[in-house]
């Protein structure tokens, strides 16, 4: 049975591509249509048809979290849904996770430990995290046969990755298009200069097997190779800065950065954009790139016919508050949402999120290979 049909009238639609006046039709849970309507739209259908207005207000498609931390491990499910829905409180409507694969575990055992997630509120994908010295061709072709799509390698020495057998396991990752992830742990004992090296010998070997890899960099890293399909950059702090400089600058050049919205920072005393051009760069880099590098666009991260109807409601007169110096600085100024959607239905409104928990769905049909930034 199909959901009623909402329209969002008058409302300013932001997205990566720009920033305009429009309606959104969503249907079931999809984007319908995105314009501004003029003349009434003939209707073929008996169903109710429900209007909402947005007036004075930004429409953003949701952010996209990513897997800094496991909240797979979580047992407790009050402990669980504060976690996820504080995400959606801060603007998130899907999130990738971290499963961590012990070699003892058969693939059920896998599963399993991503139970909790039934319960979760938003939609969600997994990345399959593995020590280098698991990183064999048996069980590489074993996760890609279970679906997965994004492996995490943890390293902690420069050796490992020379001891990595890519000659046996790069095939299998090239024919799945699997997004390779290099982790090196905050505990690890390691200088600034030896993880910089570590980040350079990790790139030329993805580079060299066409596998694309994201890896976490300054911004003097990320300009080595900025335009290089396999190579992608997350960024945080004021590397998250110069990257949003870079992307108003060059509009029309790629840039294989992301960031996670919560760990951006910008110095608005050297701006000169205009509020709704900042938010526009923040849903690029935060959301629609994001989406890319996961493999979800274009399903997430954008406003466009046939997306997922995940959407974020922010009141312009508070957009940029700027009532404190610290947070002009730290960009903590940032208003939470004032309404957040998923899927094309209510999660967050009026301060207050749905009683219904465990309409997030699992996404592990992504596609990490198929746009470039």
């Given at each position: 049975m199909a959901m009623n049909e909402l329209v969002i009238r008058n409302g300013t639609v932001v997205t990566a591509s720009g920033i305009v006046e429009a309606d959104i039709w969503i249907e079931d849970g999809k984007i319908k249509r995105v314009a501004k309507e003029l003349l009434r739209v003939y209707r073929d259908t008996d169903q109710p048809l429900e209007e909402w207005d947005a007036s004075g207000m930004y429409i953003l498609p949701g952010f996209l979290a990513l897997p800094d931390k496991s909240y797979a491990k979580i047992r407790s499910l009050e402990e669980y849904l504060h976690a996820v829905r504080s995400l959606a409180?801060?603007?998130?409507?899907?999130?990738?996770?971290?499963?961590?694969?012990?070699?003892?575990?058969?693939?059920?055992?896998?599963?399993?430990?991503?139970?909790?997630?039934?319960?979760?509120?938003?939609?969600?994908?997994?990345?399959?995290?593995v020590s280098a010295s698991q990183m064999a061709r048996g069980l590489v072709r074993q996760l890609c046969l279970e679906g997965y799509r994004s492996i995490r390698v943890t390293v902690r020495k420069q050796e490992e990755i020379n001891r990595l057998e890519w000659e046996t396991f790069s095939p299998i990752l090239t024919s799945y298009r699997v997004l390779l992830t290099l982790h090196i742990p905050d505990d690890s004992a390691i200088s600034r200069e030896e993880k910089r090296n570590m980040h350079r010998q990790w790139l030329?070997?993805?580079?060299?097997?066409?596998?694309?890899?994201?890896?976490?960099?300054?911004?003097?890293?990320?300009?080595?190779?900025?335009?290089?399909?396999?190579?992608?950059?997350?960024?945080?702090?004021?590397t998250a800065d110069h990257a949003l400089r870079f992307l108003a600058e060059h509009p029309f050049r790629s840039l294989s950065v992301m960031?996670?919205?919560?760990?951006?920072?910008?110095d608005?005393?050297?701006?000169?954009?205009?509020?709704?051009?900042?938010?526009?760069?923040?849903?690029?880099?935060?959301?629609?790139?994001?989406?890319?590098?996961?493999g979800l666009y274009p399903r997430k991260g954008c406003i466009i016919p046939g997306?997922?109807?995940?959407?974020?409601?922010?009141?312009?007169?508070?957009?940029?508050?700027?009532?404190?110096?610290?947070?002009?600085?730290?960009?903590?100024?940032?208003?939470l949402p004032t309404s957040v959607m998923s899927n094309g239905k209510w999660i967050f409104a009026e301060q207050q999120f749905a009683a219904t928990i465990g309409m997030g769905r699992c996404h592990l049909d992504i596609k990490p290979y198929n746009f470039v930034m």
């Open positions: 409180a801060n603007g998130y409507t899907c999130m990738a996770d971290v499963l961590h694969v012990d070699p003892w575990k058969k693939s059920d055992q896998w599963r399993y430990q991503a139970a909790i997630h039934f319960n979760n509120v938003i939609d969600y994908t997994m990345v399959v995290e030329r070997r993805c580079r060299f097997w066409q596998i694309r890899t994201w890896v976490k960099a300054d911004w003097a890293q990320a300009l080595e190779s900025f335009d290089d399909f396999y190579h992608v950059y997350q960024v945080k702090g004021m960031a996670s919205l919560d760990s951006v920072q910008v608005l005393r050297r701006t000169k954009w205009l509020d709704a051009e900042l938010l526009r760069l923040l849903v690029k880099l935060c959301s629609t790139n994001t989406a890319k590098a996961l997306a997922d109807a995940d959407l974020l409601f922010v009141k312009k007169e508070q957009w940029l508050t700027k009532f404190d110096l610290y947070t002009i600085l730290n960009f903590s100024e940032i208003r």
